[in-house]
């Protein structure tokens, strides 16, 4: 539990690094420390994250960035402030080509697919030629901070004190801890906002 107990904060306190200001490095770093923190978690007798569709997600996008660095700067973290008016739950778009993606997914192993189908492409936001990443990020904290409570990992670092905090009241109050992830537009389509979006801070 030695090595848990540092990671598991680590993951908390780059993920709201992550919220409040984002970049390439803040999300490279937080993908790192998730694949480090389940690595712990096997070598500890905690099982690990390989059931949660949406760390199967990540961490395929992870091992493609990680041999092939150069990938990173095709990613694109948008403020949903500077674009034309949408809705959505989250104040920050993080936008992959949806080759890379594809190319991602295309790596993981067959007892993770089902019918041929990839399940963990559920959990990701599809919109044409880009693909929405963060909503899946957010869901995975959800259920990290889920899984280690139910392990037992007590932690007391300040970033993992406040989403502790935030999931309590969630609990409360009867809101749901998941997001949908789902971007709403009145500007025309989703699809082709999120494209000049994204050629446009190229």
Known sequence: MKAVVPASERVFRLYQSHCVSPTLDTLFNLLNAIHSLNDKLGKE????????????????????????EELVNELRIIPVQDLPPITTDLLYLCLVPTSLVE?????????????????????????????????CIFNFIVKA???????????????????AGSY???????????????????????????????????
């Open 103 to 135: 190319e991602a997914i295309s790596t993981i192993p067959s007892k993770y697919r089902t019918d041929e189908e990839i399940v963990i492409k559920s959990v990701l936001g599809w919109y044409g030629e880009v693909v929405n990443i963060n909503p």
């Open 45 to 68: 007798k905690l099982g690990g994250f390989f059931d949660i569709q949406e760390f199967i997600a990540l961490k395929a996008l992870r091992n493609l960035f990680h041999h092939q």
């Open 145 to 163: 901070f889920e899984y280690l409570e139910s392990n037992g990992v007590e932690l007391s670092g300040g970033e993992y004190l406040d989403f």
């Open 168 to 202: 309590e009241f969630e609990t409360e109050n009867g809101h749901p801890h998941y997001i949908t992830g789902l971007i709403n537009c009145h500007a025309g389509n989703v699809q082709e906002v999120l494209q000049k979006a994204f050629v446009s801070v190229t």
